[in-house]
């Protein structure tokens, strides 16, 4: 928990470095899957974090002690429609930092590898 958030660790490759890179950010659950909003503050810009992605999806996650490998994805349309009341009822301020960003701000599924 952060600040009253519950907050896991991603590590993400870098896009350009290849060097790991380790964020804190606030998740949702989905089953098994863990969510996550590339909000960046509600910035015109994707987070670095969620630009890595899109070149290493093979991200390490840790909630707790509890560490695994996942892959990482961007929510479709459909998926984003039930999934971000989901995240926005945990971090209310994803609601504001959509109306104020001038992008579609992402929702991030992570599935555990098998």
């Known amino acids: 928990m952060y600040q009253g958030w519950p907050t896991l660790l991603l590590t993400t490759r870098g896009r350009r470095t290849g060097r790991l890179r380790r964020t804190a950010l606030i998740y949702g659950r989905d089953g098994d899957r863990y969510l996550l909003v590339g909000s960046n503050a ?30 990482a994805r961007t929510a479709t349309a459909e998926e984003k ?23 579609d701000i992402p929702v991030v599924i992570l599935e555990r590898s098998s």
């Open 81 to 103: 429609k039930q999934l971000w009341p989901r995240m926005a009822a945990i971090f209310p301020l994803y609601d504001s930092y959509q109306a104020r960003s001038g992008r």
């Open 42 to 71: 509600g910035s015109p810009r994707d987070p670095a974090w969620y630009l890595n992605l899109h070149f290493h999806p093979g991200v390490a996650v840790q909630v707790g002690g509890d560490r695994s490998d996942a892959r």
